[in-house]
């Protein structure tokens, strides 16, 4: 859809697809696309030069792709994530799904001993229950291990909310309200492009 010519680009790379599938109007999450970039950069890595990641760090983030890829699958293509998968992957996709609940499950623990769990999901990860208020603005997540911040309010929308950005003297927005206004700048952009 924005290539020169079908020829010339006979293949897409994980990178440019959620652009791809945004200009043909499919919803992504901004930590969708954050995670769809980073394995497509640990992808061509492994195809094409040396791994330079950190193994840990993969284990802890391919829950959440497949996590992802599950909902995308019903959500897109209302197709479950066991039609998709041979066999085989299938029965690795489950163990690492389960996986991820037990690790969930502990950083909620976690978060429980150290007291003042926020009921705001992580706007980095999305899980519940893992962020603790640490002093009267900064929040941390036991299961992604971010920092956060807490507004009283977002000047859009008016909540009290947990935000990835820091704390300003005006104009502090949320994470749901600033990706709000992302996607009225891309479609304002789509929209001039196509000449609306």
Same mark, same amino acid.
């Given at each position: 859809?924005?290539?020169? /010519?079908? /020829?010339?680009?006979?293949?897409?790379?994980? /990178?440019?697809?959620?652009?791809?599938?945004?200009?043909?109007?499919?919803? +992504? *999450?901004?930590?969708?696309? *954050?995670?769809?970039?980073?394995?497509?950069?640990?992808r061509n890595q492994i195809v094409h030069h040396m791994p330079l990641f950190d193994e840990k760090s993969v284990d802890k983030q391919l829950p959440r792709l497949l996590? +992802?890829?599950?909902?995308?699958?019903?959500?897109?293509?209302?197709?479950?994530?066991?039609?998709?998968?041979?066999?085989?992957?299938?029965?690795?996709?489950?163990?690492?799904?389960? *996986?991820?609940?037990?690790?969930?499950? *502990?950083?909620?623990? %976690?978060?429980?001993?150290?007291?003042r769990v926020l009921s705001e999901p992580c706007p980095d990860c999305g899980a519940a229950d893992v962020l603790c208020l640490r002093d009267e603005k900064r929040v941390f997540c %036991?299961?992604?291990?971010t920092q956060h911040y807490r507004y009283d309010r977002c000047t859009q929308c008016g909540r009290q909310t947990v935000s990835s950005f820091? /704390?300003?003297?005006?104009?502090?927005?949320?994470?749901?309200?600033s990706q709000d206004a992302w996607?009225? %700048?891309?479609?304002?952009l789509v929209d001039m492009e196509l000449g609306k």
């Open positions: 859809i924005d290539a020169a /010519s079908f /020829s010339g680009v006979p293949t897409v790379f994980l /990178s440019k697809l959620p652009q791809r599938l945004i200009n043909l109007g499919v919803r +992504f *999450e901004p930590k969708e696309v *954050e995670l769809i970039t980073m394995f497509g950069k640990w996590d +992802f890829l599950a909902g995308f699958l019903r959500r897109e293509l209302d197709t479950p994530l066991k039609d998709f998968l041979p066999k085989e992957l299938y029965k690795t996709a489950l163990k690492l799904l389960d *996986e991820w609940k037990r690790v969930v499950q *502990e950083a909620r623990a %976690h978060a429980q001993a150290e007291g %036991h299961l992604c291990e820091a /704390s300003l003297d005006t104009g502090n927005y949320c994470d749901s309200c996607e009225q %700048h891309v479609q304002t």
